[in-house]
């Protein structure tokens, strides 16, 4: 990873959860003139590195978006070769990593039941494997905000009965068990959110680099959070001078 001898910035309680949008792995590819799976496969390997570098800075909560219900889009060869490239993540790098560090936790996040079932077996052994940790890293895959909001709304009517709140809301959405991010940062230039967390990120601030997902190094981390920590956060209301 580029720069990663560069110093850590210190960070508060204000910036305790951050999603990210992963995205120019078949862009990385393209440039280089590889298949768009070796582009994924970049894109895996430099996670590990930018989780660590969140975690050392004090982030509680990171959320990646991996793969969304538009994805399923994509060429049946790149869908198959991601399902399996997730597979064998979780199995040769997380599940070892859970069990040697209690520490941190992996979530899966989205609709499992589209899944194949292979990787459906495999998400719900890494989640059995995490438990409540200090750390925790939220995976969406086959994840889309609109469909989780439905989700949500719907579980929350029927155990209700009738009219709901936000809160009987957000109690099922996928990440009742972290905090809304207050960051998002998106990769690969493009500025809109794409369909990830819209209900959490609606306060969320925003950093889009045009860095491709597997070229994002502590550089591109030091420079997102110093964009946060630039801005004033009012909710819609007015700060006084």
């Not at 079932?117 to 890494?126: A, F, H, W, Y």
């Not at 009517?157 to 009742?176: A, P």
């Not at 998106?186 to 959110?193: D, F, L, P, S, Y």
Request: proline share 3%; net charge neutral.
């Amino acid at each position: 990873m580029k720069n990663d001898k560069l110093p850590l910035p210190k960070i508060d309680s204000r910036l305790n959860s951050i999603g990210i949008i992963m995205d120019g792995n078949g862009r990385w590819a393209k440039k280089r003139l590889l298949p768009r799976s070796a582009g994924h496969v970049a894109g895996a390997k430099i996670i590990k590195q930018v989780l660590s570098d969140l975690r050392e800075m004090g982030v509680h909560h990171v959320t990646l978006y991996a793969f969304s219900t538009e994805n399923w889009k994509r060429s049946k060869e790149e869908v198959d070769g991601l399902m399996e490239l997730f597979y064998k993540y979780l199995d040769e790098q997380v599940l070892g990593a859970l069990r040697s560090d209690k520490s941190f936790g992996v979530r899966i996040i989205g609709d499992k039941s589209g899944l194949p079932e292979r990787l459906r077996r495999k998400c719900i052994e890494v989640e059995e494997a995490s438990g409540d940790r200090e750390f925790i890293c939220n995976v969406a895959i086959n994840y889309g905000g609109r469909d989780e909001i439905l989700m949500a709304a719907n579980a929350a009517f029927r155990e209700r009965g009738g009219e709901i709140t936000k809160e009987d809301l957000e109690r099922h959405l996928y990440t009742s068990h972290s905090p809304d991010p207050d960051l998002i940062i998106r990769t690969g230039g493009e500025n809109r959110v794409s369909n990830f967390l819209l209900w959490q990120g609606a306060y969320s601030e925003l950093h889009v680099t045009s860095t491709l997902w597997p070229d994002f190094g502590r550089a591109d981390i030091i420079k997102a959070v110093e964009d946060f920590y630039s801005r004033q956060r009012r909710y819609g209301g007015v700060i006084e001078e």
